[in-house]
């Protein structure tokens, strides 16, 4: 998940703002997301987890591109009357969703000044809201995170908010999970002023960063239940060493292999987790010793990948730009254990940057002891619960997100799961959850 960060922080895209982004309900009945993308184009989403990049061919008519690739699709938008909210994709008609929308301003932790956007399905009656806390972007949540829509037009309201140091909010960009669980406990508290009579069950949804931060807040506040969406019951410092393991033994090695790939990660989260005070005379140590073995380039993990080829100097120089006061050795488990709100786990098979492996076995523990936790695993999906296919130099590109994974949400936060969900292993709690 540090990684992401890493990527986040050397290029953002700037984001469309104009008519074209919003929530379609297509003439068959289903929902259709535009949102913002790269630069001059689009992405649209469906909710059984279909994309594509839709690029400008002339006037108001887009050209798809397949997932995350540059291969046609065959698929076409064209927006009939943008201003109306009227479009047509693949031939069939849609109109826009008139989305109850709320802005506001709510204050954080030490006074901070958070902005926030609540977005509540048409109509009157009362509706599940989701509290939606990002993971370690450092970009806006009010302008990349789809899911304020998404969850809207299947009947859940959302509430998205900036955290500190992005998009519009003030104060300091921080990894403190207490201080940033803190803010998502001030931003339930604001859906739930703004919803009003509205406000039925009320919980949270942390993707990546925020499956620490989230569960984290509900034990600091009533919330009815918690969407974890591939995050982890390990700390830091442990992800890294996890990653590191998966993506070697994905590549074939063994675990001889491994012990010594993490005498890097080790040492290099010594240096991360000491304030870049410790750990560099074991990292050299370890760089000397394997530096030369054929595994050493294949070495990855979440963060490692990116220390490994500076030099001590640049260690410390560059590292201190990253000195978010990230909890390195934080105690997932201990937080886990006390709450007992509902939760789903949501997680996938072929996540490299933060592998699933251990956070299922201690959630299956946790599920042993009688807690109200629901896992599922999506066999196919890497971080984001997105699937993939592998180009020419062995990178993934992604082509999709798991049939079933944003259908489950809705239907968590709504109170009653109806699988199956696509390829997804569900394992419920031995009491039910909802």
């Not at 689009?42 to 108001?60: E, F, N, T, V």
């Not at 393991?245 to 090695?253: D, N």
Request: glycine share 12%.
């Amino acid at each position: 998940m540090f990684s992401l960060l890493f990527a986040a922080l050397l290029a953002s895209a700037p984001a469309a703002t104009d008519c074209h982004v919003g929530a379609y309900r297509l003439a068959d009945g289903q929902s259709l997301d535009i949102a913002p993308s790269d630069e001059g184009t689009l992405r649209w989403r469906r909710i059984d987890g279909a994309s594509g990049q839709l690029h400008r061919d002339h006037d108001d008519s887009w050209k798809s591109t397949f997932g995350w690739t540059d291969r046609p699709d065959g698929k076409e938008v064209v927006f009939t009357d943008c201003a109306k909210g009227d479009l047509t994709f693949g031939g069939i008609a849609a109109r826009r969703i008139p989305l109850e929308v709320h802005d506001t301003v709510f204050t954080g932790e030490g006074g901070t000044r958070l902005v926030g956007r609540l977005m509540l399905p048409p109509g009157s009656g009362k509706v599940p809201i989701v509290v939606l806390v990002h993971g370690s972007e450092h970009d806006s949540a009010r302008t990349w995170d789809f899911m304020q829509r998404q969850f809207p037009a299947e009947g859940v309201g959302a509430f998205v908010y900036d955290k500190r140091g992005t998009g519009d909010s003030a104060g300091e960009y921080t990894q403190d999970y207490s201080v940033l669980a803190n803010d998502a406990v001030a931003a339930m508290n604001e859906a739930r002023k703004l919803a009003g009579d509205r406000a039925g069950r009320v919980g949270f949804r942390g993707g990546s960063q925020g499956g620490w931060v989230a569960p984290l807040a509900a034990t600091r506040t009533r919330a009815d239940f918690v969407i974890v969406g591939y995050g982890l019951a390990i700390s830091p410092l442990e992800e890294d060493r996890e990653a590191v393991a998966f993506q070697l033994k994905l590549k074939g090695y063994d675990q001889s292999v491994i012990d010594k790939a993490w005498e890097l990660s080790d040492a290099i989260g010594l240096i991360l987790s000491s304030g870049l005070t410790q750990g560099f005379d074991q990292l050299d140590a370890a760089r000397a010793k394997y530096g030369k073995e054929p595994w050493y380039e294949d070495v990855r993990g979440d963060f490692s990948y990116l220390v490994l080829p500076l030099s001590d100097a640049d260690i410390r120089e560059k590292g201190k730009a990253y000195m978010f006061h990230t909890p390195w050795h934080y105690d997932s488990m201990a937080v886990l254990r006390k709450l007992h709100t509902p939760q789903l786990w949501m997680l996938g098979g072929l996540d490299i940057d933060a592998p699933s492996g251990e956070t299922l076995r201690r959630l299956t523990s946790l599920q042993a002891d009688g807690l109200p936790i629901t896992t599922v695993v999506f066999p196919k999906a890497e971080h984001g619960m997105t699937e993939f296919e592998t180009d020419a130099k062995g990178e993934r590109v992604s082509t999709r997100y798991s049939e079933g994974y944003m259908r489950m949400a809705v239907d968590y936060a709504k109170g009653a799961l109806h699988p199956p969900y696509g390829e997804g292993r569900i394992t419920s709690p031995a009491k039910p959850s909802l």
